[in-house]
């Protein structure tokens, strides 16, 4: 019933057959492995490699759980559709990337700037203005999101002053 999932499940689907038989293909490398370090007194063991890919599919599995989760909550609070709010994706990848925050922590940032009914170029600036504030403050992103929200609304000023707004709490603190 999720509409981003709709969009993103066959491809996951195509991505968890692949992943299951690169994971077979690598077990099948893993045993030549096996006997060729046996050989320089270095043991692997198939059941680790086998456990190792178990683990990265699900945790793979897991984070696009998480991201359609997101994604359908920036879905139920903004006016975007399915298309344009999986266009927003790659966007909140890089934000994460670029700013080292956490993505669940970039899409609940966005999350809150779009309750507030700010536009997508408004969220995007005020999400990685806060991504960059809770780092350089060592505080939480919603904490940081709050904050600017506070300062930005207090005192009239927009979206694009929120990295002004941002230096000065940087440099106070």
Known sequence: DNI???????????????GKKYADEMTQGMMTLRDVGA?????FTIGTAVQYFKRLITEAF????????????????????????N?????????????GMALDKVTKS???????????????EMTEVTA?????????AVD?????????????????DASRVSDIFAKVA
């Open 4 to 18: 981003v999932e709709d969009d993103m499940v066959p491809g996951f689907n195509k991505a968890l057959i692949s």
């Open 132 to 140: 960059q504030f809770a780092k350089v403050a060592g505080i939480d």
């Open 110 to 124: 966005a999350t809150l700037f779009y309750q507030q009914g700010l536009n997508t170029d408004e969220v995007m």
């Open 144 to 160: 940081a999101a709050d904050k600017l929200t506070a300062a930005v609304n207090g005192y009239c000023l927009a979206a694009e």
């Open 62 to 85: 897991e984070f696009y759980k998480s991201l359609d989760s997101a994604l359908n909550e920036i879905y139920v609070v903004s006016n975007l559709t399915s298309h344009a709010i």
């Open 39 to 43: 050989q320089f007194g270095l043991h």
């Open 87 to 99: 266009g927003l994706t790659n966007d909140f990848i890089n934000m994460a990337k670029e700013t």
